[in-house]
């Protein structure tokens, strides 16, 4: 435990006392007024945040018009009160406090997967490019012809009809191809990922996906695609980890109920964002998909209304898997099981906090069943339709990744304050800290 960690903590506490302690000596009597009218506020937001995602129609926007007006009108209140640089001074200190919390709370840890050497440069690289994906970046960024000056064969998924990309990865391998790559979504990411990792050998990404989560945890250069094709001529392997359902591979996440009904809407793909809005009302009411019961380990999590099952442990409580797996070679699954009852537990979820029926666990194993005898599951953003019981399992080190020497890197999630943790920080204790 450091000495600068240790001052860390403790100026946290020091900060939070002076936020708490400025509202009184500077507002007074009006101190009691201005908390209420904050209580309120929190309050006003709370429900408003609750009821525009749980209801449609002139309510939802009308709530969205509320949720967005609250913070306009306590700062009317304040400064027609005089009390506006209180409450901002207030607020800074809080700021800070946060950010000093977290700080101490950071752990020292290697953020970093081991890097192992080239010990063979691909001499017949194979990749197989989606000109579609992220919208055409492909062709943007000249990627084909640029793969192809350095020696790669390349496949475009083109045309109308429908590809087998398993197939397509299998029949190069046994062609003699050395080094598999895709330039691609996730999905696809997953399903050549399965090849290289069943023929041993090596598997390169391009980030030309949309979002291209599984590049993003790997430290790839997500605003430079060609950049990524430096890894044929000047690159190191990682050991990484797969995950496995029913069969299946997935290199981000399964998730179930809540997220997967989402993305088994036939509009997803087209409106993410509208279509997530459209089916949220059912799904927070309980209108909407199976009931869920999931085992990880020695822990069963009864009646989640959102499940996700991640290749290593997200950085947050992030339910939709957008956040940050700090590595990628821990060797378990991470789960995330969210049962939503109130509207404070559903905006809180919003927020990225955590709440009372939010289950954070690790297992190299999580079993799901459900009420019905099949579920919608999205597996690395795609919906398939599985049969019960859907089994998930870590495969670890199966796959070794070809990353540019030079890149990016990843940064690590915040870590989440916890009091008591730096209290004891700051008290000199250990109890667990790192």
């Known amino acids: 435990m450091s000495i600068v960690r240790r001052w860390l903590a403790r100026l946290s506490f020091v900060l939070a006392a002076a936020a708490v302690a400025i509202v009184p000596a500077f507002a007074g009597l009006k101190s009691l007024p201005m908390l209420a009218v904050?209580?309120?506020a929190v309050a006003v937001s709370l429900a408003s945040g609750y009821l525009f995602l749980a209801r449609r129609g002139l309510v939802r926007w009308l709530s969205l018009a509320v949720f967005v007006l609250v913070p306009a009108v306590v700062i009317a209140v304040y400064a027609f009160f005089s009390l506006l640089w209180v409450a901002a001074a207030s607020a800074v200190a809080w700021l800070l406090a946060g950010g000093a919390a977290r700080l101490a709370l950071a752990s020292p840890a290697d953020r970093r997967m081991p890097e192992q050497p080239v010990d063979r440069p691909a001499t017949r690289p194979f990749l197989i490019?989606?000109?579609?994906?992220?919208?055409?970046?492909?062709?943007?960024?000249?990627?084909?012809?640029?793969?192809?000056?350095?020696?790669?064969?390349?496949?475009?998924?083109?045309g109308a009809e429908q590809i087998d990309v398993t197939e397509v990865a299998r029949k190069a391998v046994a062609e003699g191809a050395d080094l598999l790559g895709v330039a691609g979504g996730d999905g696809t990411q997953a399903l050549v990922a399965a090849v290289a990792a069943e023929h041993g050998v090596p598997f390169m990404v391009i980030t030309a996906g949309t979002r291209n989560h599984?590049?993003?945890?790997?430290?790839?250069?997500?605003?430079?695609?060609?950049?990524?094709?430096?890894?044929?001529?000047?690159?190191?392997?990682?050991?990484?980890?797969?995950?496995?359902?029913?069969?299946?591979?997935?290199?981000?996440?399964?998730?179930?109920?809540?997220?997967?009904?989402?993305?088994?809407t036939p509009a997803y793909r087209a409106d993410k964002i509208g279509t997530t809005l459209d089916v949220l009302p059912d799904l927070l009411q309980g209108h909407r998909g199976p009931r869920l019961t999931a085992r990880a380990g020695d822990v069963e999590i009864s009646g989640p209304q959102a499940l996700l099952v991640s290749n290593n442990p997200y950085g947050t409580a992030d339910v939709a898997g957008l956040s940050r797996r700090v590595r990628l070679d821990r060797g378990v699954l991470g789960v995330v099981g969210v049962t939503v009852t109130s509207a404070r537990q559903a905006v809180r979820l919003l927020r990225g906090r955590r709440s009372g029926d939010l289950a954070l666990l690790t297992a190299t194993e999580v079993t799901v069943t459900a009420d019905v005898p099949r579920?919608?599951?999205?597996?690395?953003?795609?919906?398939?339709?599985?049969?019960?019981?859907?089994?998930?399992?870590?495969?670890?080190?199966?796959?070794r990744v070809r990353v540019p020497r030079n890149r990016p890197g990843t940064t690590p999630p915040q870590p989440p304050v916890t009091w008591p943790d730096l209290w004891r920080l700051a008290a000199g204790r250990k109890g667990g800290i790192p």
């Open 38 to 40: 904050g209580l309120v």
């Open 129 to 158: 490019m989606n000109p579609k994906s992220g919208g055409g970046k492909v062709g943007r960024f000249r990627l084909q012809h640029k793969a192809s000056d350095l020696g790669a064969e390349v496949f475009l998924m083109s």
């Open 214 to 264: 599984f590049a993003l945890d790997l430290g790839l250069d997500r605003s430079d695609p060609a950049a990524c094709l430096t890894a044929l001529s000047d690159g190191v392997d990682l050991r990484v980890d797969l995950g496995v359902i029913g069969g299946r591979t997935f290199v981000n996440n399964a998730s179930f109920g809540a997220y997967a009904a989402i993305v088994e």
């Open 375 to 399: 579920i919608p599951v999205g597996i690395d953003g795609e919906a398939v339709a599985m049969p019960v019981p859907v089994t998930c399992t870590i495969r670890p080190g199966a796959l």
